[in-house]
């Protein structure tokens, strides 16, 4: 496998994105292009085989040394068919992708959740390479999550494992997307905290936020929050604040159920505002007395960002190789 090489394919909502990446987790060449909005699956499917084109147009590489195409789609996937179940919001339910590209492009190809494959790519290529049992929780529009369990990814009997987000932490909290209330994703995601924000200047309390958007005061991104613990924000301080002790009670609940070696935290939200949440949520981990005797778990910040997905689409062919 030394000379083997993979593409990985990232499906977003915004954009799909791909790369060529060695066995070694070396990015060669990437290209990107914009998602269509609202389109029917064969224009999706269009652009996803325009950016596998576009690599292999490039010929960086022997076509023959390229192993496999790996692909995060954000929804759940039936990997074993290599079809998609449902995807909310691109237009590829129920498509065969992986059958469709193979047929194409005779390559092997691989589908699997998107958030599945980031904790994937962290976990072989990297900050969770040591570990065998891994959480990846992933806090950004949405709240995403994988499993790993003796270095395997764990998707459960159809395939919708680990969807952590949607884990019910208040019986009677706020309404979910989910249909669910007092999700974590209901209550700590970037679309809560938006909520909460909104919520908190109709009740008279004051914020940078609405000069920082320019009175545009719909979305508030990450990056925005992160200028306003910049400058010392209160009400962005309180409810960062408030979430991330939230993250740190869902982490602990994880750290009983899966007892993992390692919790990985990514997505935009801890990207922008990670070094003001991590201590918090490190300290509601740390403060767990059941696990007072046993060696603590590690909460620790991505390190592969925006790359995780391609990375971890061109790792699971480490899994396929290291299957028995
Ligand atoms: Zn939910």
């Avoid at 394919?9 to 790369?19: E, M």
């Avoid at 952590?164 to 679309?191: D, F, I, K, Q, Y």
């Avoid at 993250?247 to 990985?264: K, N, T, W, Y």
Wanted: aromatic share 4%; glycine share 12%.
């Amino acid at each position: 496998m030394k000379d083997a090489y993979f593409i990985g394919i990232d499906v977003g909502g915004t954009k799909i994105a791909g790369a060529l990446i060695s066995a070694q987790g070396r990015i060669l060449t990437r290209t990107k292009l914009s998602s269509p909005k609202n389109a029917h699956s064969s224009q999706v499917i269009r652009v996803i085989a325009g950016v596998i084109q576009e690599i292999l147009e490039e010929k960086r590489v022997p076509r023959k040394a390229i192993k496999g195409i790996g692909i995060g789609i954000p929804g759940v996937v039936d990997a074993t068919r290599k079809k998609i179940i449902t995807t909310p919001n691109i237009g590829l339910s129920g498509v065969a992708l992986g059958r469709i590209l193979e047929r194409r492009f005779h390559i092997k190809t691989l589908l699997e959740n998107d958030v599945n494959l980031g904790t994937l790519g962290e976990k072989y290529f990297g900050v969770a390479k040591k570990a065998r049992h891994v959480i990846g929780l992933f806090p950004g529009t949405g709240i995403g999550g994988g499993i790993i369990i003796n270095n395997q990814l764990f998707s459960g009997a159809h395939g919708a494992a680990g969807e952590l987000g949607h884990m019910t932490l208040r019986l009677n909290g706020p309404l979910c997307g989910c249909g669910h209330h007092g999700c974590l994703e209901a209550l700590a995601s970037r679309w809560a905290i938006e909520r909460d924000i909104h919520k908190a200047v109709r009740e008279g309390q004051k914020t940078i936020i609405k000069k920082l958007v320019k009175n545009k005061f719909g979305v508030i991104k990450s990056g925005v929050l992160k200028e306003a613990l910049k400058r010392n924000d209160r009400t962005t301080k309180r409810i960062l604040t408030e979430k991330s002790m939230v993250i740190g009670q869902a982490c602990v609940s994880l750290r009983h159920i899966f007892d993992p070696e390692m919790i990985v935290l990514g997505g935009g939200l801890i990207e922008a505002c990670g070094y003001f949440m991590l201590p918090i949520i490190k300290r509601s981990v740390a403060s767990d007395r059941f696990f007072n005797k046993i060696e603590p778990c590690p909460v620790v910040a991505s390190k592969l960002a925006d790359d995780a997905v391609l990375l971890g689409a061109a790792a699971l062919f480490k899994l396929v190789n290291a299957a028995p």
